[in-house]
């Protein structure tokens, strides 16, 4: 019930177009979800991050859809960029208890083609 | 922009061996975290720390593994006698989780290689 499920993979898509990426998670105690980019050898950062009091949130080219009655949540990359190319992962955690650990999701390897 | 702080960035040791990762958290930051990433998978939550204890362990988080905040800055990790299923990125983390803010920010972290 702790998963966080996450899909696809991997994901190739062409200079300007979007890119989304899945998650679906089981345990309704969770109640903060972010996303995180990671480049090769470096440590995940922080991208955008959602609370389930809002259906959607934008930040510049990146937008958080979250359908709570799902449970789901997706990355939308828009006017998506070669430097966009990164592994992206999702994360779940309990925001009313402090402290909480992340839950991630398995990863998805984006690559994006000039 | 402060940032989690990690050393060394790769550490090679033999199985058997005992190894110390370090951290500098972001300074007003009042929990710190140990994660783990096998080359390939997904990141693993090890450990969480709150006011000089535990606040929360995973099932990865055994008797080898201890957490200790030295000082006002530091947060390690010891792992007490390596084992080859160890080597992993060892990635740090902390939050300040007031007033809303539970975003956790992460270390370069550790290369951690096992022979």
């Known amino acids: 019930q702790q998963q966080v499920k996450q899909s696809p993979q991997s994901l190739i898509v062409q200079k300007g177009g979007i890119s989304i990426i899945n998650c679906a998670y089981e345990?309704?105690?969770?109640?903060?979800f972010p996303w995180y980019q990671q480049f090769p050898g470096k440590g995940p950062a922080l991208l955008i991050a959602?609370?389930?009091?809002?259906s959607e949130k934008k930040e510049g080219r990146f937008t958080i859809s979250f359908n709570k009655s799902a449970k789901q949540f997706s990355l939308h990359i828009m006017d998506s960029q070669p430097g966009d190319s990164a592994t992206y992962f999702c994360?779940?955690?309990?925001?009313?208890?402090?402290?909480?650990?992340?839950?991630f999701g398995e990863g998805t390897q984006l690559t994006v083609n000039p | 922009e402060p940032e989690v702080t990690q050393t060394p960035s790769h550490q090679v040791t033999q199985m058997g061996q005992e190894v110390i990762l370090r951290c500098v958290p972001i300074?007003?930051?009042?929990?710190f975290y140990w994660y783990r990433q096998i080359l390939g998978q997904k990141v693993e939550f090890l450990v969480s720390?709150?006011?000089?204890?535990?606040?929360?362990k995973s099932e990865i988080f055994d008797d080898q593994f201890s957490v200790e905040r030295p000082d006002g800055s530091n947060f390690t990790l010891k792992i007490r006698s390596t084992k080859l299923e160890d080597s992993a990125m060892y990635f740090c983390?902390?939050?300040?989780?007031?007033?809303?803010?539970?975003?956790?920010?992460f270390g370069p972290g550790t290369r951690l290689t096992v022979t």
């Open positions: 983390a902390s939050s300040e989780w007031a007033s809303g803010n539970y975003e956790q920010y």
């Open positions: 345990n309704t105690a969770f109640d903060y």
């Open positions: 959602i609370r389930p009091d809002v």
């Open positions: 994360a779940a955690s309990r925001a009313e208890t402090s402290g909480s650990r992340l839950t």
């Open positions: 300074s007003n930051h009042l929990y």
């Open positions: 720390f709150y006011n000089n204890e535990i606040s929360e």
